[in-house]
Each structure stands twice: as C-alpha cells, then as structure tokens.
C-alpha cells in the first residue's frame, strides 16, 4: 500500500498540510530549513508523490472547485479567477465561476447550488462582515477559502492584501504631496475592504495630526458608475476635496471621468489614488497611481490552500496576508511613472 500523508506526518511529527506543501514545492510555505530537510529526506525514502490531490484517498471526489465572485465584469476578479485555475489546473482539478453581483441572496443560492453538486471546495470571493453564508460553509465542514474579502475576522481561512495598511499608504502618499482636503470614495461598510481601507484613510490623518472631515467620506460601492456618481456628490460640495483616495480602481476610473467632465485637471486640479493596480490602471490617460497587490498570487495561494484542506481532510485557519505597494503614477504626480515598491516582506502567513 502506498504511504499516506498521515502517515508522513506522524513520522515527520508536523501536519499533513506540512508534508503536501513540501511534496507540492509551495513557494508561500515557511518552515524550517531543518523541518524542510527532514521532510524532503522522508519523501525520498517512501517515494511519495503527490497524485491529484489523493484522488485515491476521496472516493467521493469530483475533482471541481468552485470560485464566487461579486462581478464578473471587474478586471480583478478575472486575474483573482486565473490564479485559481492556474494552481487548480496542474493538480487535475475543474473550476465553476459563480457570479453574485454583489447580493447576499445569489450568493446564497449559489452556494446552495455547489453543495447540491458536491463540488470539492470553494473560494469565497464575495463574503460579508458577518455573513451567514460563511457560517453554513463552516458547519458543512466543506473545504473552503475566503479570498480578498473576509467575515469574522480570525475564523476562516484567507488570502488578501493588508487593507488597513494599504489605505494608510496611499491616503500618506496624498498628506505627503500637501494635500490638506483629501476625500475617500469609500467601499461597503459591510464588507471588509470597504471598512479597512476607510480605517487607514482614517489613520493616515491622525498620523499626520490632519484632522477629517466626515463630509469628504462618500460610500461609493465597488463598479466605476457607483464611483462616478460619489465622485459628483463629493465634487458638489462648497469646498470639494484637491485629492481623492478610491476604494477600488474601478471606482478611481468612474471618478475620474467625472473630473473630466467638470473640466477639472488630474493631478493639477484633483490627485487620485486607486487600490488594485488592474492592467486598466497603468493604461489610464493620465496614468492611475493605485496600490499594487498581487492579484493572481491572490488566486493562487487560495487554491493550494483549499487544495491542502482536500488532501489532507483537515480545516485550516490560515490567513495570508501580501502587502500592497505604492505605484505612483501621473494622476498624482505630473509627469510621474515610475513604482514605488518598499522594502517590506510581500506577504505574511499566520
């Protein structure tokens, strides 16, 4: 009989995940290099090799995944897609792509739907604080992955980018050009990039001893409409904001048209500041400075670890966390192009 890896892992005296990441050259794993030896050296001796994912291990399998995103339409959530099916694909696995549009009740019935057909785990792009949803995936003990978005903090396993510290840089970046009146083309306060990314605006200002003004807070949704029409009310007001920090870059984009439209110059007139860097945003005329996370790498950490879960039989709470980067661009500094990349680790696990 060919070894299992629970069995390896009992040898190994590490987790099963442990020993598939290893056998699967998973660059996010950091172990040991002591425990990396060891594990490799116990590989070597038993000829273990990862087959599938334990196709022979799961006589119930269907070898489908299924990805549940907010809009099909949004540039991110097609790299996030990509970077599933990318991981997914070499392991023998199919991915569905559900699409919500951002209601709770799709969400639902899709979710209800893959249960129904017994798909093998999910990749939940499009949870809510406090999401009913999540809750049912955790009592049907299904393997699954909450990416980009979260829902009770600390209890599922996540991959995304550090939304508060993202918001903080890219507001900063805007202090730091002597921006006094800043205005946040905010996201959902239900959903979790929305209200981190708000946070750190928020703390950007108190770092800079700068005080906020709640009228320059406009809840703006996810889509370039919903951005555009924040951006008119925002630019309504008696003393409209010189610089704009956007949830999104799709909502940096509807804000952005809107500026036009008013006649207003970008950066000279109104700076703005996206989050995302999708392909659309180095292509903007001017330029979109935004905040860089590695959206495909999104897509692929959360497949392996949904894929360690189905392999090993085994829930996870692990969360990565990739840390975003300034890019500057033109729409904050004229004649600017070139990124703006610290020298902060690129993520962190926990």
Known sequence: MPVTLKE??????????????????DPGLRIAAATRSRIEALLRETGYQPNGIARGLKMRQTNVLAVVIPDVTNPFFAALFRGVEDAAAPNGFNVLLCNTDGLPERQRSHLQSLQVRRVDGVILASSFL???????LRKQGRP???VNRFSDDGEDPFVGSDDL????????????LGHTRIGHLAGNSTVSTGLLRRRGYLAAHAVADLESDQRLIVEAGYTEESGAAAARRL???ADPPTAVFAVTDMVALGAAEVARQMGLRIPEDLAIVGYNDIPLASRMNPGLTTMHVPIHDFGSAAARLLLDQIESGEP???RV????DLIIRESTVAGAGQALRTARPNFSAE
């Open 8 to 25: 390896l892992a009992a040898r190994a005296n590490v987790h099963a995940s442990t020993i598939s990441r290893v056998a699967n050259n």
């Open 130 to 136: 406090k999401d009913p949803s999540v809750h049912e």
């Open 144 to 146: 699954y992955v909450l």
């Open 165 to 176: 510290l993202g918001g903080q840089l890219a507001t900063a970046h805007l202090i730091d």
């Open 235 to 237: 630019l309504a007001l």
């Open 316 to 318: 996870t709470r692990r």
């Open 321 to 324: 966390r990739f840390t975003p």
